[in-house]
């Protein structure tokens, strides 16, 4: 059960990166199409044209990178750290849907603004589910971990007996 979380966040986390990428490429204002300049025969509007109404939006650059961080970061870390990790992401989230909102120009969602409006949502959703599955999300090298914790019982007798049962010779000096 818990490796659906998993890639849920994953997915999530890179398509946050990817959006936020993107929302720093695309033009956030949507200039209309314009008669051809006579002198060019060539047309001057579009989304993300050249045309002299279009204007770029905040980078997201740094936070698409925060987005791949807390990508490894969800594998590295585990506990009370995680819950961290996914509250920053959260948090950024958040920061980036108040500046698709409060960036002057006109608030057409089919430009970059709306995809930084979605690579915030992504944000905020993949931070939300780190925090509500910390504690059940795998961690790099929990396999190991937990093997080691489960064979050791705190009972140094009872560690013994369980040692024989599994062939190791107890008079043998330990490294």
Known sequence: MTKRPLWIIAVLLLGAA??????T???WVATPDLPPDHRTGLGTGGVGGTGTGGTGGPSFTALALLALAGLLGMFAVGGWLRRVLGGIVAVAGGYVCWQAFDTAGAKDMFTGRGLALLGGVLLVAAGLLVIRYAATLPTMGSRYQ????ERRSGDPEKDMWDGLSQGEDPTAEQP
Do not use: K, M
């Open 18 to 23: 990817a959006a936020l990428w993107g929302a």
């Open 146 to 149: 937990l093997a080691t914790a």
């Open 25 to 27: 490429d695309i033009s």
